[in-house]
């Protein structure tokens, strides 16, 4: 549960916490991400970013962008399967910042657990996040987007992204192909 990860990770029940999870590589914004969440105003505001990193020099950089801000929580590791659900969980919207992108298999796994997703708008961002998923942004706008996610009710809305994601699952994907293939009417 939502309580249950947060106790876990030690996070306050009553944070708004970002999350963005999986590998730490320099395209995907985090030297703007970090930054960008200490402009943000409020004690009760939560960054996880956790991962592998690229490097010990990628990591000693990315560190030193969270020096000194005691709500950022940066974890550079391997985060295994079974943990992958703890920060998901506990998260109340992803954040994405990537530079470069073509496909996102973190964004779909954030849907996955009925979570919104801030991303800038390019790749294929712009087909997946809709308003009722989350917050598209223009270069340089993450600050705002990350304020703009603040306000929105999105414990409401993670029954329909959990929805809306499904047409992603693997079983769904694999009865329209075999349908295609005989030719099958709805394929």
Excluded at 3 to 19: N, Q, S, T
Excluded at 165 to 183: C, K, N, P, S
């Amino acid at each position: 549960s939502r309580d249950e990860a947060r106790r876990l990770l030690d996070l306050p029940g009553d944070a708004f916490v970002y999350v963005c999870l999986g590998l730490l590589r320099p395209y995907k914004g985090l030297e703007e991400l970090l930054p960008a969440f200490r402009e943000l105003d409020g004690g009760q505001l939560r960054l996880v970013v956790a991962g592998r990193p690229k490097s010990t020099s990628y990591t000693a950089r990315l560190a030193s962008l969270a020096d000194g801000d005691a709500r950022i929580r940066l974890e550079p590791r391997f985060i295994p399967v079974e943990e992958v659900q703890r920060y998901l969980n506990a998260a109340d919207i992803a954040v994405l910042p990537y530079r470069q992108i073509t496909t996102s298999g973190a964004a779909l796994l954030a849907f996955s657990f009925g979570l919104p997703v801030i991303a800038p708008a390019l790749g294929a961002f712009p087909n997946l996040v809709s308003p009722e998923r989350g917050v598209l942004y223009e270069g340089g706008r993450l600050v705002q987007a990350m304020t703009a996610a603040q306000a929105r009710p999105w414990a409401a809305a993670r029954a329909s992204i959990l929805d809306w994601v499904r047409q992603f699952d693997w079983e769904e994907i694999g009865r329209r192909l075999v349908a295609a293939y005989r030719h099958e009417p709805g394929a």
